[in-house]
């Protein structure tokens, strides 16, 4: 599927889908939208992507299908329900499900479509909003290396790093993995900072000398500005990243392992969506890390 | 002091002590430096260091004296104790204590140094063996900043990042912040690596597209191979580490902040020393986080 002109229907077209399905355009391709909204219909077809009214206008006929949804139960609803992508794809169809949920939800969907003659890939991205956009993403893909192949094409328009990382339902481990990481390593950092406010040390010279050895870490060079200026708008949801945790949990469990750091970082998670700040950046877990002990962040 | 040709006394000719003060050599210095046993007298010399049978031998005249000692207990007796450095020392002399230890401690230095006319310095280091070699340390420097001007022509001779973080304690309680990070960040990458062992994911894959992303981190990129091949030779002993996480605890305590994560990877940190593996890289948090799931590290 490096040729174009592939007729590709997207299911998804929030702040990462749209940006997604427009680079997919850039690349020659048609893509039909699902938009349920004026707004979107609007802002898709800016992009020159056809909005459609329904899943099943957007899939109907469609070589590929790509989604793009907060959480499980949605691509499941997407994917199985009535109208759905399996309803309207016939064998041979290719289905790319870029949301980040559960790796069993995943691992069934991927059953279900093959016994359709569906192809499936699991394929999380991170990379964010601006990796969406300039088509930098990082692709974790699960599912047959035959089927990435095939799809590499059209990935090659959404990311840079696009790897394969074993049968169905791995790449949602690996983004799971992921996010283990990018909450342990944003919640040490927020410690080390309310330590060093605690003590009245100056936090910038602190930071620079810090992230210029061991301690360094991509979090902190990406958000020390912000986390300095205790600017806590997103960038990435705390809610979405409590989602996401939610499928660690989950998935740690049915695996039968304790990851005890882990464990602390999700309920801190928990805490700060339950204070109400969900919808601020999840680097917010040092407000709540402050706060807690009275600091200035 | 960008003059060569001083002399300098140097206590703590250890696995960093040792490169560093033969750094200094190497910078037109002459180093006298205290060595008990046999062997060190012979690496010292190799140097062009002047090996000595006492602090006193060796701090005696000096313009400046260097500690690199294991543990604040070990910095008071040399500073303090009979024939230490206080009592060898005329006004005018500079101390820097480039150990690890408690802030608190390393104020009481400096009020007792200030009080005899010894101006002291608090410059503890990151970079490892290997920076001590190449003179490519990280150092934090607490104290009078027109003191760590005078001292900046020898520090250059060690370290290729020194930044002064505030008055006397602050280079120990940033280094204190530094070590909760780095600890930190071991930990929760040991637990994403059981986690994708725990569901057979492809290690080397996942931490391909793990380690591009927001997940990144110095401690993944330079323990990658070794996390992989199961080898926790040391780098940086546990204990040592156990030690710093020692000093974090009381000085948070004293500060009156809680840090949560931090104490839960401090607990872990003490167990890995409980089960007898304090002389390996503090890198084996993994292979204890590994056992403790009945998972191949």
Known sequence: MSETGLSIGFIGLGIMGLPMAANLVQGGHRVRGFARSEQTRAKAAEQGIEAVGSTAEAVDGADVVITVLPDSPDVVEVGLGEGGVLGHTAAGVL?????TIDPDTARDL???STAQGVRFLDAPVSGGEAGAIEGQLSIMVGGEAEVLESARGLLDLLGTTIVHVGPAGSGQVVKAANQ?????????????LVFLRGQDADLERALEVIGGGLAGSTVLQRKRESLLAG???PGFRARLHHKDLGIVQRSARAAGVGLPATALVTQLMQTLVARGDGDLDHSALYAQCAELNAVKP
């Open 95 to 99: 289905w790319i499900d870029m949301s």
């Open 110 to 112: 991927h059953a279900r």
């Open 180 to 192: 283990i990481v990018v909450a342990g390593n944003i919640q040490i950092l927020a410690e080390a």
């Open 231 to 233: 600017d806590f708008r």
